[in-house]
């Protein structure tokens, strides 16, 4: 299981355009294609039906109707470090600070516009585990003996 930031846009059929803004969200899964699922449902499920009766969910999106479609053509990204702050309940910036790494770095992690390398995440999380900010997954296997 990892954690994937997913970001959508919502496209207005009626004028045929995209919302400048976009949505997006953190969500664990398998692998992309079932993150793009999980925040598929999650729209359908949290969508007032009497406004959009003829909402369904397709291959490509979220069909709300005559109005606009929600299609998810953005770039879907696992973002290692995202999952471990989520997980502690910190902020960026108290994670920043706890781990001694600058504001803008951990943004850039966050936000994929750069990768931590493999060792740098499996260290913060092992120090996270040893000092109880998170618990290790059963199914996680003990990189350090």
Known sequence: MKTYKVEW??????????????????????????????????????????????????????????VSYINFTASIYMTAISGLIKKTGMTQKAFSEYFNIPIRTIEDWNTGKRNPPEYVVDLIEYKLIKEGFICQSKSQKPKIN
């Open 9 to 66: 846009s919502e496209y207005n059929k009626l004028n045929t355009v995209y919302k400048e803004e976009r949505d997006t969200e953190l969500v664990d899964a398998d692998d992309p294609e079932d993150a793009i699922e999980l925040i598929k449902q999650y729209i359908f499920d949290n969508t007032d039906h009497e406004e959009y009766p003829e909402m369904e969910i397709t291959e490509d999106g979220v069909d709300l109707g005559e």
